[in-house]
C-alpha cells in the first residue's frame, strides 16, 4: 500500500473518530456560568439568599428556623410566598422580588415556597395538633396576656420578661423594635427548637397555650415597647 494514501487514510479516520469531540480550551455548557436569574436549583437559591438568617437547611440562626413543622402547619404558601417577595413590615426581612427591588425572580421564589414544604413540612408531627391560627382573629388584651405569660413564659424568661438563666429578656426595647407582633406570634406557636424554645404546646406542663392566649401575650409584649429603643440617654424639652 502506499505510504502516502495509508498516512491520508488514518488522518481521515481519527478527523472522523473525533468529529463530535470538544476543541481543548473550549468551556462546555457546565463551565459557563449561570446568570442569577437562570439558578432554578433550590438548595442554591436558599444558601445564597435565606441561610444567612434562617440557617443551613433550615434549621434556624438569628431567624426562625424554616424546616419547623409547626410553622410549615400554620404558614400557607401564600402567606410564605408574600414574605419572601414583599418582605415584612416592622421585622428584619427584607423584600426578595425584582417586582420589590430584589434579585429573585417569581419562579425562584416559587420554587423556595415548594421545595420548604416538600422537604421539610411533617404532616405526621402534627396529627392531632391544633395550633392556633398564623393570625390572631380577635384583638389582644395586655393585661389578660400578663397573667398568661406568667403562666407560660416566666419560668424561662422571668417575671418581668427581663431574662433568667433559662432564657434571654423579651422585653428588650432593641429586640422588640427589631420583631413586628407577627414575629412574636409565630414565635410563641411554633417555637425555636434551635435555640430551646418550646412551641405552644410544651411551654407549660399538661397544658397548650389557647389561640386567645397567644394573641394576649402578643399584646402584652407589644405594650412594653419604647418610643426611643435603645436611647442611652434622657431627651430633653
Known amino acids: 500500500m502506499n505510504v502516502r494514501f495509508s498516512s491520508l487514510a488514518i488522518c481521515i479516520a481519527a478527523l472522523s473518530f473525533c468529529a463530535g469531540c470538544q476543541p481543548p480550551g473550549k468551556p462546555t455548557s457546565a463551565d459557563i456560568e449561570l446568570k442569577p436569574a437562570e ?14 438568617c434562617h440557617g443551613p437547611e433550615g434549621k434556624g440562626n438569628a431567624a ?40 429573585l425572580t417569581d419562579a425562584q421564589i416559587d420554587i423556595l415556597v415548594h421545595e420548604m414544604r416538600a422537604r421539610w413540612a411533617k404532616p405526621s408531627e ?35 420578661g427581663e431574662g433568667s438563666a433559662n432564657g434571654s429578656s423579651i422585653v428588650d426595647g432593641s429586640f422588640l423594635a427589631l420583631v413586628n407582633d407577627q414575629d412574636l406570634r409565630t414565635t410563641i406557636i411554633a417555637g425555636r427548637p434551635d435555640l430551646g424554645h418550646p412551641d405552644w404546646r410544651h411551654d407549660a406542663t399538661g397544658r397548650a397555650m389557647s389561640p386567645q392566649e397567644v394573641t394576649d401575650v402578643v399584646a402584652w409584649l407589644a405594650s412594653q415597647r419604647k418610643a426611643t429603643p435603645g436611647q442611652p440617654y434622657a431627651t430633653s424639652n
Open 39 to 52: 439558578v432554578h436549583d433550590f438548595t442554591a437559591i436558599y444558601n445564597l439568599n435565606c441561610a444567612g
Open 64 to 103: 426562625l428556623g424554616l424546616a419547623n413543622p409547626v410553622y410549615l402547619a400554620i404558614a400557607s404558601d401564600e402567606t410564605i410566598r408574600h414574605a419572601i417577595a414583599s418582605g415584612i413590615r416592622g421585622s428584619l426581612m427584607p423584600a426578595f422580588a425584582k417586582s420589590a427591588g430584589g434579585t
Open 126 to 160: 402534627m396529627i392531632g395538633a391544633n395550633p392556633p391560627p398564623y393570625a390572631g382573629k380577635e384583638p389582644g388584651n395586655a393585661a389578660r396576656g400578663q397573667g398568661a405569660y406568667a403562666t407560660y413564659c416566666a419560668q424561662c424568661h422571668g417575671p418581668k
